[in-house]
């Protein structure tokens, strides 16, 4: 069971938008920067997005990502074969460890 | 280019001891956090712990305190990440990752490995 809560999967048709939730505490997202990892099928984890909004050179602007609170969201727009992967959100906790989501399946129909 | 080039696949038995190594390159090795991140077959990710190759500072997961061992050589830009014996449920892929921090301060997991998978069975 994660610390960082998000829903197993998500769907929708090539071009539609899909938003995927990340659902945390005040000791992790509520007093940190939310980072998202991309994981493509056979493939290493990537980073997507970070503190919180940024995207790294390279990232499309298709991907987007907000916090509010102990709550962060992914959002994808304009959905293509090529971002079916699973996606994982990711922060510091007061513990002083990092914590991942339990990560989320995208599927596009 | 910045990467992470990790060592390769192992089959070992339980029981048996491992060290797996993950060497970087293209940018000051000692000078960032190296991250274990372990993903068992089918499942999510999970944090195993971090070094400082400059000061070997290293924390662990309270899940996996005691039961690895993470290391680096500065000199070689490697780190390491090592059992004594190993179990069954061992059996997962294992990824470094560096830690790189943003314009905010804040640290993120910017280069990853390509992974190391480990297979522990009799």
């Known amino acids: ?109 | 280019e910045v990467q992470l080039v990790q060592s390769g696949a192992e089959v070992k038995k339980p029981g048996d001891s491992l060290k797996i190594s993950c060497e970087g390159s293209g940018y000051i090795f000692p000078g960032y956090w190296i991250a274990w991140v372990r993903q068992m077959p089918g499942k999510g990710l999970e944090w195993m712990g971090i070094i400082y190759p400059r000061d070997s500072d290293t924390r662990y997961s309270p899940s996996f305190q005691g039961q690895v061992t993470i290391s680096a050589d500065k000199s070689i830009s490697t780190a390491y990440l090592q059992w004594s014996s190993l179990r069954a449920s061992d059996t997962a892929m294992y990824y470094c990752a560096r830690l790189g921090t943003s314009e905010s301060g804040y640290y993120n997991m910017d280069v990853w490995g390509k992974g190391t998978t480990v297979t522990v069975s009799s």
């Open chain 1, 1 to 109: 069971q994660s610390v960082l809560t998000q829903p197993p999967s998500v769907s929708a048709a090539p071009g539609q938008k899909v938003t995927i939730s990340c659902s945390g505490s005040n000791s992790n997202i509520g007093n940190n920067y939310v980072s998202w990892y991309q994981q493509l099928p056979g493939t290493a984890p990537k980073l997507l997005i970070y503190d919180n909004h940024k995207r790294p050179s390279g990232i499309p602007d298709r991907f987007s990502g907000s916090k509010s609170g102990t709550s962060a969201t992914l959002g994808i727009t304009g959905l293509q074969t090529g971002d079916e992967a699973d996606y994982y959100c990711g922060t510091w906790d007061s513990s002083l460890s990092w914590v991942f989501g339990g990560g989320t399946k995208v599927t596009v129909l």
